[in-house]
């Protein structure tokens, strides 16, 4: 048990791939999985067991397809550009009056 890591080998300047998901896609499957084993568990309390465990796999399933979705469509931070061009503003309000300004009075 001394050397417990496993090295992942990757050339320089290239992005970590594991089952197809890119580096930053395997931490949301991580943390989003372990959500859904966490909602399922909760969920087997209060209906059947095999229930759970059913909408517990699809859950996953589902949540792995959609990131590797995104993983190929949009790459290693296409995810976060994409996030963040949907919270743009769609058109910038003005509060003052064109009359306000220099440029429009007349001389």
Avoid at 15 to 41: E, P, S
Avoid at 55 to 70: D, E, N, P, R
Wanted: glycine share 8%; aromatic share 14%.
């Amino acid at each position: 048990m001394e050397n417990c890591h496993i090295p992942i080998k990757k050339g320089l300047q290239k992005d970590v791939y594991y089952k197809g998901l890119n580096a930053k896609y395997i931490f949301y499957c991580v943390y989003l999985g372990t959500t859904a084993i966490i909602t399922g568990l909760v969920l087997s309390v209060f209906i059947s067991m095999l229930l759970a465990l059913l909408i517990t796999g699809i859950a996953i399933v589902v949540v792995f397809m959609i990131l590797l979705f995104y993983s190929r469509t949009y790459g290693a931070n296409g995810f976060v550009k994409k996030l963040a061009d949907t919270s743009k503003p769609d058109s910038i309000k003005i509060g003052n009056d064109y009359k306000n300004l220099l440029l429009w009075e007349n001389r």
